[in-house]
């Protein structure tokens, strides 16, 4: 069952808000002050709707372990119990963000160096495989599809760290992207240092590595599954967000004034702010030619306008304050994604999406694709960048907007699920049965904290107009 609230009570031009959770619905109001919003954070630490998980070995799943004779069984087939780059540095930024507000964390069992340990657990994982790297490199494996499970692993055991065995699409730039982010993003805001006992030698070996990847595959031009695993093809999203950890890899660079060296079984790689500079000019002319299609060109022919997984390095570079190519493009993106994959209650991956994390479904209707949760609270940081950067009440009032219906898609339980999904049977919308998602709940946290810095900023510039 929903809980309606009318367009004209959210003031909002986007359609009318579905709230899934009765107790939630009277929390969702149109403006808020500090107060609000406290009351909200409050509400949702309380239902465990924030709570993330780490193991001691710094891993997670893509499933946040809550009750574990509840949880395990929820996840029919256990996959979402191995761990993805893309997922664990979401996760980290969530962490990192909570470690970094103290009134922001009350009540949350998250301690502050968790995002550090999931960071580091990443790059130990890699350091075991730097075989991958190096074999790539050196043209023992193509790169190409075929050779897929060949690529550095970006799903593993979240436990040992290592590869989980089975077949899979490794070939995942924007997975990779999101890791060396984390990295040298951390080191740029000194949040991190090089020389730090935990990160080496695996940080060398990771950003050493995947610099001399990302050339030999020509990033900029490589055909890669993306974040969704469905399609090989030149994606929008991977080559967005090869550039945003590039451009945060340059700054690093730039400021310690010497390239990076390691040596590998002999074989020597370097990394030079020129080499970096080089990479991130043709991942910028890519994304210019692209516009803003997901994918214009793929190994089947097929071509997609517009993807959900566009907000991925959006939300990188709303995270560094700097945005992908410009202004114009990233709300000519969002706006794109609003009006072709908004739904009721969450966001469609794609047109004509068959995936409802479990099987491809075949008796879809019109507009019957999962809707996708973590969609609205992402848009709602990127909204909330945009403000903070331009003071455009319109951004703010976006931002408003989605993290209304970030708060909406909670389920009864109070819990954030993958996606909504149509029963087979019932034809209701129903959670599907991966909750809570990490990636969700790491971009309810986001958002969060997003709208508690535009109150903040809000406040300020209507304090400072009032003394003008």
């Known amino acids: 069952m929903s809980y309606k609230i009318s367009d004209s009570a959210l003031s909002s031009p986007l359609a009318t808000l579905s709230v899934q959770n009765a107790e939630v619905a009277k929390l969702i109001q149109t403006g808020y002050s500090p107060a609000d919003l406290e009351v909200v954070r409050k509400a949702l630490v309380a239902h465990n709707t ?3 998980r780490r193991y001691p070995s710094g891993g997670h799943s893509a499933v946040t372990i809550l009750d ?5 069984y929820s996840s029919l087939d256990g996959l979402l119990y191995n761990m993805w780059d893309r997922d664990n540095i979401m996760q980290c930024l969530a962490e990192l963000t909570l470690a970094e507000d103290d009134a922001l964390r009350v009540g949350l069992p998250v301690d502050v160096k968790a995002w550090r340990r999931g960071m580091v657990a990443a790059l130990e994982h890699h350091k075991k495989g730097d075989y991958r790297f190096v074999d790539l490199c050196l043209g023992r494996a193509s790169g190409y599809p075929k050779d897929y499970m060949r690529r550095p692993h970006i799903r593993y055991n979240p436990i040992s760290l290592s590869e989980c065995g089975d077949n899979w699409g490794h070939g995942q730039n924007d997975s990779l992207s999101f890791l ?10 000194n949040r991190i240092n090089w020389t730090d006992i935990d990160l080496q030698p695996s940080a060398l070996s990771f950003a050493a590595l ?3 990847l990302f050339w030999k595959i020509h990033v900029w031009e490589d055909y890669d599954l993306g974040a969704w695993e469905d399609c090989v093809g030149r994606h929008w999203s991977s080559v967005a967000c090869a550039l945003v950890s590039l451009r945060e890899q ?4 730039q400021a310690s004034g010497k390239p990076l060296h390691y040596n590998k079984d002999g074989h020597d790689f370097w990394v030079t702010e020129n080499g970096v500079r080089e990479l991130i000019e043709k991942c910028e002319a890519t994304l210019r030619e692209m516009g803003t299609n997901e994918f214009i060109a793929s190994e089947s022919g097929a071509t997609r306008s517009v993807d959900l997984a566009q907000l991925n390095p959006l939300l990188l570079a709303a995270f560094a304050g700097e945005p992908v190519l410009d202004d114009a493009n990233t709300v000519a993106v969002l706006e794109k994604i609003e009006a072709e994959l908004l739904g009721h209650i969450g966001l469609r991956r794609y047109a004509n999406d068959l995936w409802d994390g479990r099987i491809n479904r075949h008796d879809f ?4 694709e999962a809707q996708w949760v973590h969609g609205s609270p992402q848009m709602s940081f990127i909204y909330g960048d945009l403000y903070k950067r331009t003071g455009d009440e319109r951004f703010y009032d976006k931002q408003v907007l989605h993290f209304n219906r970030a708060l909406a898609s909670i389920s009864p339980r109070w ?3 993958e996606a909504w999904i149509i029963d087979a049977h019932t034809r209701n919308w129903v959670a599907d049965a991966n909750e809570p998602l990490a990636w969700a709940q790491s971009m ?6 997003g709208m508690k810095q535009s109150i903040a900023l809000k406040s300020q510039t209507a304090t400072a107009a009032a003394a003008a």
């Open 444 to 449: 309810l946290v986001l958002a969060l904290a």
């Open 68 to 72: 574990i004779n509840e949880t395990l």
């Open 250 to 253: 340059r700054k690093f660079l």
């Open 180 to 189: 060396n982010f984390m990295l040298f993003h951390g080191l740029r805001t």
């Open 210 to 212: 995947c610099h001399g």
């Open 415 to 417: 819990l954030t699920p």
């Open 50 to 52: 924030l709570t993330l």
């Open 365 to 368: 209707g019109e507009k019957e």
